[in-house]
């Protein structure tokens, strides 16, 4: 069974950090692409950041660049997303996804099949 889990949300202070994590089970991480993507309460999801099969290719969302990087951990079969200088408005459910075709297109990756649970962030003081 295909299955990806988040961890690592949680509450923090504005200007703290979180590292989520998006494990795969079922299937080798190695060929997909994986994006993440957060919805905050009353808004429409959107696309954080996104990263190819072969880690050569990454994106991110305007409102996350500089502070967001994600990377991947093939041999963990983990990708991860640091999270660093947070405001109140990063306060979301995050989710990753996982899409076959190994691009690092957040379009592309939204419209898959494989999705984690999400994981929630809050940042408050």
């Known amino acids: 069974q295909l299955q990806l889990v988040e961890s690592g949300g949680g509450l923090v202070q504005p200007g703290g950090s979180l590292r989520l994590s998006c494990a795969a089970s079922g299937f080798t991480l190695n060929y997909y692409a994986i994006g993440w993507f957060r919805q905050a309460p009353g808004k429409e999801r959107e696309g954080v950041s996104c990263?190819?099969?072969?880690?050569?290719?990454?994106n991110y969302a305007d409102s996350v660049k500089g502070r967001f990087t994600i990377s991947r951990d093939n041999a963990k079969n983990t990708v991860y997303l640091q999270m660093n200088m947070l405001s109140p408005e990063d306060t979301a459910v995050y989710y990753c996804?996982?899409?076959?075709?190994?691009?690092?297109?957040?379009?592309?990756?939204?419209?898959?099949?494989?999705w984690g649970q999400g994981t929630q962030v809050a940042v408050s003081s």
């Open positions: 996804a996982a899409s076959p075709h190994g691009l690092c297109v957040l379009r592309l990756i939204a419209a898959s099949d494989y």
């Open positions: 990263i190819s099969s072969g880690g050569g290719s990454t």
